[in-house]
């Protein structure tokens, strides 16, 4: 061999070469004779003990409305592009039953696929094999997708039926579980993380969803709790169900651990490849854009017809929503929590955006401890992942009284300051109907750093309310008068003028443009184009010290 050949032409594994000086160059390669048993048993093992997990367990996992662990990665992945890891891989624990049993996968299925031709990286539990608990090995190969999918910048998607920590295998599980929270932190605003349960997610499993960015849900078939209803009743001698412990209900309505909640698996992993096509494969790539759509010049005179004049009067902010982001198509994040404030994912002339609106129909639209930490978490969400955010402000303040000091709306609300603080993202703020208080500045005003503000004519920025500014300031007044009544009126109505109308804040800076409403899209959407190569440089230190 001569010094220039490369050394793989070394490689005893170049069987052809040899083959063609005996002269046998058409014959294929014969594999070494004793592979072939082992072939034909690894085969036979695989298709018995990976493809269904034991027969009877699949037909209860069917009767109870759920798909097995390969039948959802069919329906989530693109058509034969599912790549499996790990696939042989067991558990080494002997007692407590376990050395007798030792299935193939370990109860995890992990490797990677494409969802509309973007690669992604996915472990699905298998509930027909230990309940889909975890086990050292299950978690190994749940850690080893982690790294592969944070080495390659891709999405990790965790779809979740499991009985939590696998008892028989004591620490080990803790510590897989252990091993799963770190990498999840790691990958924490570099890639996108997507918790799917669809069974039980109990104990340590339930920290997985609670980590993720986006969280979905089945109703009926899933639970996520700490401890099962057994537990509950021997520690506290409450009886409950599962669905009533941790049901789709209990985290999509009221906790906000799910963020979406559906109705069968279909749906289910129908929306998570809707989501996926929204959001950028890593934080150093753009959100995928669609084709522009006009919207720079696109009038929608129906904005004014469905925003009352009256400040008090309701009108659904989703209906605004519509007529601003491209088709009226938008997927909305925790429709049911929270309801006083919406947040939802869009597109404006074919751009992905973050959408964060007070909701007039529901408590009027007040922020509250839920709803500063349902749009924090969502600003967050869209800053790490390059997602610029559009704020529409129709907001009378901060929800007051006893019940939400205590709930603490102020470490609450700081949360949602501090996130768009921290956000360098576009933003663009839109001041419908009107911004009071300290909610004002929360919705992203230029004080905490908002690039674009915009204003409809109509609008009130103050303060507070022009009675409740009244009251307050002319109390001494109003008691000596003769007719209280004509004189707040008469108050009421120059305080309107000199301050709450938008002209006061645009002549001062804190409002860039008094905008017509028919042209609310436009001027969102040209806005945005001017900030698109927006970039700044935060301040170098650790990380900051969000309330959490
Ligand atoms: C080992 C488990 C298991 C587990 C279920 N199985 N959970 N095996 N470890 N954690 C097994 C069952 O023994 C059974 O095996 C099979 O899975 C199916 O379980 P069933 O109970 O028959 O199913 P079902 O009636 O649907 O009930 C599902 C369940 C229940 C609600 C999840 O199994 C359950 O309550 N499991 C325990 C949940 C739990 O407390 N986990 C530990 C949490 S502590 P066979 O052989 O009979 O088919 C934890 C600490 C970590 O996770 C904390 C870190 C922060």
């Known amino acids: 061999m001569s010094a220039s050949e490369p ?59 759920k798909r097995t662990a390969r039948e959802r990665l069919g329906l989530l992945l693109d058509e034969d592009s599912f790549v499996e890891i790990g696939t042989y891989r067991r558990h080494q624990a002997q007692g407590l039953k376990m050395g007798g049993s030792r299935p193939y996968t370990d109860g995890v299925i992990t490797g990677s696929g494409t969802v509309d031709g973007r690669q992604v990286f996915v472990y699905a539990q298998d509930f027909t094999i230990f309940g889909g608990s975890l086990g050292a090995a299950h978690a190994a190969k749940i850690h080893r997708l982690m790294d592969l999918a944070l080495e390659a910048g891709a999405p990790l998607i965790g779809l979740n039926d499991s009985g939590g920590a696998r008892i028989q295998e004591g ?26 349960v669809l069974g039980p997610c109990a104990g340590g499993a339930a920290y997985s969803p609670a980590l993720a960015d986006v969280t979905f849900m089945v109703w009926d078939t899933a639970q996520l709790y700490l401890t099962g209803p057994d537990v509950v009743e021997a520690v506290t001698g409450e009886r409950v169900t599962h669905a009533e412990l941790g049901g789709a209900e209990v985290h999509g309505t009221h906790s906000g651990v799910a963020t979406f909640v559906h109705e069968d698996e279909e749906s289910c992993l129908a929306d998570v490849r809707h989501l996926l096509s929204l959001l950028p494969s890593n934080n150093l790539e753009p959100p995928p854009a669609a084709e522009e759509r006009g919207a720079t010049t696109d009038e929608r005179p129906r904005l004014a017809e469905i925003v009352p004049v009256e400040a008090g009067k309701p009108y659904d902010m989703r209906a605004v929503v519509a007529e601003i982001v491209d ?36 408590l009027a639209g007040v922020l509250d401890a839920d709803a500063a930490q349902k749009a924090a978490r969502f600003v967050r969400f869209c800053d790490a992942f390059g997602i610029p955010l559009v704020t529409l402000v129709d907001v009378p303040g901060f929800l007051p009284g006893a019940d939400q000091e205590r709930a603490g709306v102020i470490r609450h609300g700081a949360k949602l300051l501090y996130a768009y603080c921290e956000a360098t993202v576009p933003r663009v ?28 004519p109509t609008n009130e920025i103050a303060v507070m309310g022009a009675e409740g500014a009244v009251n307050v300031i002319f109390r001494k007044e109003l008691a000596a008068a003769a007719d209280p009544d004509g004189l707040r009126a008469e108050l009421v109505a120059e305080y309107t003028e000199q301050l709450a109308h938008p002209y006061h804040a645009a002549e001062r800076g804190f409002v860039d443009d008094v905008i017509d409403p028919a042209q609310t899209r436009a001027a969102v959407a040209r806005g945005l184009v001017m900030l698109r190569d927006k970039r700044t440089a935060p301040p170098r230190r650790k990380h900051g010290n969000i309330p959490l």
Request: charged share 25%; hydrophobic share 40%; net charge positive.
């Open 7 to 65: 050394d793989f032409v070394r490689v005893p594994v170049l069987r052809p070469n040899r083959r063609r000086l005996n002269g046998d160059a058409a014959k294929p390669p014969e594999p070494p004779e004793r592979s072939m048993p082992l072939l034909r048993e690894q085969r036979a093992a695989l298709r018995e003990e990976t493809a269904t997990g034991n027969r009877r367990a699949v037909q209860r996992q069917h009767a109870l409305g």
């Open 171 to 196: 620490v080990g599980a803790l510590d897989g579980y252990g091993g799963i929270f770190h990498r999840s932190v790691q990958a924490s605003g570099v890639i996108p993380q997507i918790s799917v």
């Open 327 to 362: 088709d009226g198509d938008f997927l909305e994040f925790h429709t049911e929590w929270a309801r006083n404030v919406v947040c939802l994912l869009a597109r404006v002339d074919g751009e992905v955006v973050g959408v964060v609106g007070n909701q007039p129909i529901v």
């Open 429 to 456: 703020q839109v001041i419908i109907r009107k911004a009071y208080g300290g909610a004002y500045i929360v919705m992203d005003s230029h004080s905490i750093g908002g690039d674009l503000s915009l204003a409809w």
